[in-house]
């Protein structure tokens, strides 16, 4: 299991990654946008831009395996 990280060792190309907000205690999926460098949520790819400013990060979990 991964440990959160401090952001700046967050990776910045584009993948997502989690991302916790010690301002709001917020937990999400983020991306580092590089056009606007800053960090977005995920959902931002199917709308509007929406800003975070992170503190800590960690990798995605692998996804299921697909039983089929």
Do not use: N
């Amino acid at each position: 299991m991964s440990e959160w990280q401090p952001i700046e060792t967050a990776p910045r190309d584009g993948r997502d990654i989690q991302v916790y907000c010690k301002d709001t205690g917020e937990q999400f999926v983020a991306f580092w946008f590089s056009p606007r460098d800053c960090w977005c949520y995920a959902k931002w790819r199917d709308g509007g831009i929406v800003v975070c400013k992170p503190t800590h990060w960690m990798p995605l979990p692998e996804p299921p395996e697909d039983d089929q």
